[in-house]
Each structure stands twice: as structure tokens, then as C-alpha cells.
């Protein structure tokens, strides 16, 4: 029988000593009178595991946990002026560093093999979704006029399915403008939608040694240089291969090099998808499934926004929705590590919803994530034979 909540042992896969020297760092608890760093961070992971809709949500349901808070590693349950309090003071950087962190330590339990892509190089998702908020209220995410929003920029490990980097702008913020600072890895591909197809930025990917399949503009103006010779037996959805340069004088100053150019028919949506890429040496079909593995990211982006709780934010200020944002992602990381150690095949959705209705059950959660479903044992009978010339009083 276990003694500690599913909760608390969720939270014990975060390395304690790794975020105090975070809290060190930056000094989040200097001058902090009961409600630390580490209480801020359980209330916040307890906001996206429970789908606390208010900090008083978030209050009252750490204070039913009583008896079971010293497992979670606080005193106390905070009040909901604490929580609103520091999710507007408190650092936000600490949450943002404490994700990268556990990624390196946690990341790569969450890889899966691949199946459907054969290159080995490191594949990476580019992408940016739009989380909507009410511009008379957070009046600083400036998006359009009657409407405000943050923008995530996400660049999206496809083993892991987490992401690698995430830049939170307003949502006014263009697509391409929040990929410039995204790490290049050299030998990696960047796959992207037609929102990158940003010539200066792939300029600069492709001095760097890193390769990308970007689907272009229709208004795309090119030359064809060589055509290259299309599979007759097999890859019959590519219609296109061939070496091109750009034609237009702005665009051919910001990229000069050769680029490849793959048209591919897609047959679940009835279109033809047009890609552009640096690299010559991959098959056609290659092309194709590196451009269709993007779906990738829209599927992450659609777990993170159903699954926890970003749609609606708990504070106004600027800090406390890049706080809400941060505790997000480190609570999908852990999901997304419970769910890849597991044996039983989880669902994401349904590991989500399980964990909330059992967060304060007392069950070791290895066995319950292999076998959710076992009944535990029944304790053996205990029986006991009576006297039969036994006197009685």
C-alpha cells in the first residue's frame, strides 16, 4: 500500500536540487515570507493537473490535501492572494529555465522511434499558434484592435514531441519575426509552413549547416535550372523535382544559392502541397514525409491548449500569463515522460483526465500506469473456529 498521493509522487520527478540552484540563481525567494518558489511551482503544476479554473480553485484544492501537503514539500496550502501576488512578481525566467532543465534530464525518456521518417539527422517542427485574450483586460498583448493574444513561436523536437524553444510574444508579432532567435543545430531540418518562407532567415539556416523543407507562396517567381527524374514505380504522389533560382532581384539578393523545388499531391486534402529545400541528396518521397510529419506540432499545440489549462489565465499581468504558460509546458513534459515509461497504452487525453479524477489517491504510480485498471488484492479472510464445549459467562 502506498503512503504518498499520485500527485506527490508526480512532483518527486523533479529534481529538487536542480531547481534550487535556479532559485538560487536568480533570487526568486529573497524577500518572500512563507510563499517560496518551490510552493509557487506545486500550486501552479496543481492549477494544470487539477484544471483549476482561480486561484481560489488552486487554494482551496491544495487545503484538501491536508495531512498530504508535507509529500508535496510545503507548509502549508497558500492563499489565493499569495498566488495572485507572486504570479505577478515573481520571475517568470525561473519557470522558462526550469522546463529547459528538465527537458536535458527528463526529455529524453519521452523519444520514441521512428517509424515513418528513414533519414537519421535531427528533425525539428517550426510553428506558432495564437492563444486569444481579452484586450480590455490584458491590455499589453496588443494582436488587433478589438482583440489582444500572445503568439507561442515553437520549435517542436519530432522524437520527443516537446518542444526545444519557445519564444511567448504579443500576438501582433508576425511568425517569422519569433523564429530569428530559434538554436540551429548543424545537420538538423527545420520543417515549416509557408508563414517562414523568409529568404534572410533561410540565408542564414543554410550558412549554418542546417537543412529545411519549407512549403512556399504561390507567387513564388523561379527559374528552373534541372530537372530531376521522377521514381516510376514508386513515390507516385510526387509531380515535381527540380533544381531552381529565384528570379526576383529582391529575393535572389537575400538568397543567391540553388534551391530544390518538390510538388507533392496530397490525397487526404485534394491539393497540391509545393516545397522548397536545400537539400539535394534526398529521395522526392523523403521530401514529402519530412513536410507531412508537421501535423506534428498543430497536435501539440491542440493537446496543450484541450488538455490543460492556457485558454483562460488566472492573472492579468504580462509575468503571471508567461508564468501560467512556462508550468504548462513542464507539466505536458511530465505527462508526456509518464506516458512513454508506461506499459498500458494511454491515450494523452485519457492519462490527463485519469490523473486529475485520482491526483490525491494513495497508489504507487508505476503499477497504476502499467495496469490502471487492476483491482488491488483483497486482504485474505481472516478466520477464526470457535469452541464447540467452549463455557461461555
Not at 482561480?54 to 507548509?75: C, F, M, P, Q
Not at 508550468?327 to 497504452?345: E, P, Q, S, W, Y
Not at 490525491?360 to 481472516?382: G, M, N, R
Request: aromatic share 10%; hydrophobic share 40%; proline share 3%.
Amino acid at each position: 500500500m502506498c503512503n504518498i498521493t499520485l500527485f506527490s509522487q508526480i512532483i518527486k520527478k523533479i529534481d529538487r536540487s536542480i531547481f534550487k540552484k535556479l532559485v538560487k540563481e536568480k533570487q526568486t525567494d529573497k524577500g518572500c515570507k512563507g510563499f517560496d518558489s518551490w510552493t509557487h511551482l506545486v500550486s501552479m503544476l496543481f492549477c494544470h493537473f487539477a484544471k483549476s479554473t482561480s486561484v481560489r480553485d488552486i487554494s482551496n484544492g491544495l487545503r484538501s490535501a491536508t495531512g498530504n501537503l508535507n509529500h508535496l514539500g510545503i507548509a502549508k496550502a497558500p492563499s489565493k492572494s499569495s498566488i495572485s501576488y507572486q504570479n505577478k512578481r515573481r520571475d517568470s525566467d525561473l519557470f522558462r529555465d526550469l522546463y529547459y532543465s528538465l527537458l536535458g534530464s527528463l526529455g529524453q525518456q519521452a523519444a520514441v522511434k521512428r517509424s515513418k521518417l528513414r533519414i537519421k539527422v535531427p528533425v525539428y517542427l517550426l510553428d506558432a499558434t495564437v492563444i486569444s485574450l481579452c484586450l480590455s483586460v490584458f491590455d499589453w498583448a496588443t494582436f488587433r484592435t478589438k482583440k489582444g493574444a500572445v503568439k507561442m513561436h515553437t520549435l517542436l523536437e519530432y522524437d520527443g514531441k516537446l518542444p526545444v524553444y519557445v519564444n511567448i510574444t504579443e500576438g501582433s508579432v508576425g511568425d517569422n519575426k519569433g523564429a530569428y532567435d530559434i538554436p540551429l543545430e548543424k545537420g538538423s531540418v527545420i520543417v515549416a509552413d509557408r508563414y517562414y518562407n523568409d529568404f534572410p532567415m533561410l540565408n542564414v539556416w543554410d550558412s549554418k549547416g542546417v537543412f529545411f523543407v519549407i512549403r512556399h507562396k504561390g507567387n513564388l517567381a523561379f527559374s528552373t535550372l534541372e530537372e530531376r527524374e521522377l521514381p516510376e514505380t514508386t513515390a507516385q504522389h510526387v509531380l515535381k523535382d527540380e533544381e531552381i533560382e529565384l528570379t526576383n532581384p529582391q529575393s535572389k539578393t537575400k538568397y543567391k544559392g540553388r534551391l530544390r523545388r518538390v510538388a507533392v499531391w496530397d490525397e487526404e486534402n485534394r491539393q497540391t502541397i509545393e516545397l522548397i529545400t536545400n537539400n539535394f541528396a534526398w529521395a522526392a518521397q523523403t521530401i514529402g514525409d519530412l513536410y507531412k510529419s508537421r501535423w506534428e506540432i498543430e497536435v501539440f499545440f491542440r493537446d496543450i491548449k484541450q488538455l490543460l489549462h492556457i485558454k483562460t489565465f488566472i492573472g492579468t499581468s504580462k509575468n503571471a500569463v508567461m508564468i501560467q504558460i512556462w508550468t504548462a509546458l513542464i507539466t505536458i513534459l511530465l505527462i508526456k515522460v509518464m506516458k512513454a515509461t508506461a506499459k498500458f497504452g494511454w491515450h494523452l487525453s485519457n492519462l490527463v483526465a485519469f490523473i486529475r479524477l485520482n491526483i490525491f489517491v494513495k497508489i504507487e504510480l508505476q503499477k497504476w500506469l502499467d495496469s490502471p485498471f487492476t483491482e488491488p488484492e483483497k486482504p485474505p479472510l481472516k478466520i477464526v473456529q470457535g469452541d464447540l464445549f467452549a463455557q461461555t459467562p
